[in-house]
């Protein structure tokens, strides 16, 4: 088993930057790829941005150019800086991991709260 536990919500101005983490703990070895999910009120789940244990990334075309994942291997811990924010990034943003092998994400988070104000 993986737990996942995000930081770094909470609320900033449009225009502003946040940086979320995801710690994980439990059998990471097995991790091969982690993302960051977001919702927002009616709308789908999307996957915003994602990185493989390797460091290669994919980002959702609705971020790009302003958001940046990375993950500390050392540390067990993804990261999700946002800059130039919009109100319409404001979601609950969850991480989730997925094992080697898998074709889903198998490990979620709780979620963390991002509001942005205009």
């Known amino acids: 088993q993986v737990q996942l536990v995000e930081s770094g919500g909470g609320l900033v101005q449009a225009g502003g930057s946040l940086r979320l983490s995801c710690a994980a703990s439990?059998?990471?070895?097995?991790?091969?790829?982690m993302g960051w999910y977001r919702q927002a009120p009616g709308k789908q789940r999307e996957l915003v941005a994602s990185?493989?244990?390797?460091?290669?990334?994919n980002y959702s075309d609705s971020v790009k150019g302003r958001f940046t994942i990375s993950r500390d291997n050392a540390k067990n811990t993804m990261y999700l800086q946002m800059n130039s924010l919009k109100p319409e990034d404001t979601a609950v943003y969850t991480c989730?991991?997925?094992?080697?092998?898998?074709?889903?994400?198998?490990?979620w988070g709780q979620g963390t709260q991002v509001t942005v104000s205009s």
């Open positions: 990185i493989s244990s390797g460091g290669s990334t």
């Open positions: 439990g059998s990471i070895f097995n991790i091969n790829r």
């Open positions: 989730a991991a997925k094992r080697i092998g898998a074709i889903r994400y198998d490990y």
